[in-house]
Each structure stands twice: as C-alpha cells, then as structure tokens.
C-alpha cells in the first residue's frame, strides 16, 4: 500500500514556517503606535507604509497561510517582505545574517506554487 504524505507535508510547511514568521511579525505591531513611527525604510516609501506593508507581509499574510485562506495569494507579501529583507535590509551582509529572511522566502515561494494542500480552508470540499 502507497501512501502519499504530501498534504501533510504542505500542512507542516504551512503550520511551521507561517507560525514561525509571526513571531517576527506580531512585535512590530506595537511599532504602529509609536509617534512619530520609527521603522526602516529600505525600499523608499516611507517609515509608517514600510511598517504596514512589513506588517502584512509577516503578519496578516501568515495567518491566512496557517490557516490555509487564498494560501497563493497570500503568499506573495511573504515572498516579498523576505526578498527585501534577504537582499536589501541585508545585501551587503554575510550569509549568516541573511539565511532566515532566505530561508522564509524559499519556503513562501514553495507554497506559493504548491498550494495549501487538503488540509486547509483552500482544500476544503463540501
């Protein structure tokens, strides 16, 4: 008997790497009532949108991606977020310093293309 483990597979990818992300996110929402808002600006939009579009990227995105909601949609803020993180915030830094944002990207863009798997809302059948 074969059996295929690759929707638990997507689950654990899902579940590990979106929950992991946001640790990251969630305590940069206090940065949001700070006045006047101190947050980098790495890609030139301004200090309280790079916080926001930061925030939906390791915050709102990663939820809908545990729980398995419009899972290639939100993938792509993660995608995002992590390819400014990896190669501007920290382009000129070692790999060492780097590898996490590289590694959360890696694992978005597999979701991105795999999708949620059955074990999710995106997967449910009625």
């Known amino acids: ?41 790495p890609i030139g939009v301004g200090e309280p949108l790079s916080l926001i579009l930061t925030l ?18 939100a993938a792509i803020p993660g995608i995002v977020t992590m390819f400014v993180a990896a190669f501007v915030v920290h382009g000129s830094d070692a790999i060492d310093v780097k590898e996490k944002a590289i590694l959360y990207l890696i694992a978005f863009i597999a979701i991105f293309f795999a999708g949620a798997g059955k074990y999710s809302i995106d997967g449910y059948k009625k």
Do not use: Y
């Open 1 to 41: 008997m074969k059996q295929n483990f690759t929707d638990t597979a997507l689950l654990i990818l899902r579940v590990g790497f979106a929950g992991m992300m946001l640790t990251h996110g969630i305590p940069k929402i206090n940065k949001l009532f700070e006045s006047p808002i101190k947050f980098a600006d």
């Open 56 to 73: 939906i990227g390791e915050v709102v995105a990663p939820i809908l991606i545990l729980v398995g909601f419009k899972t290639k949609l």
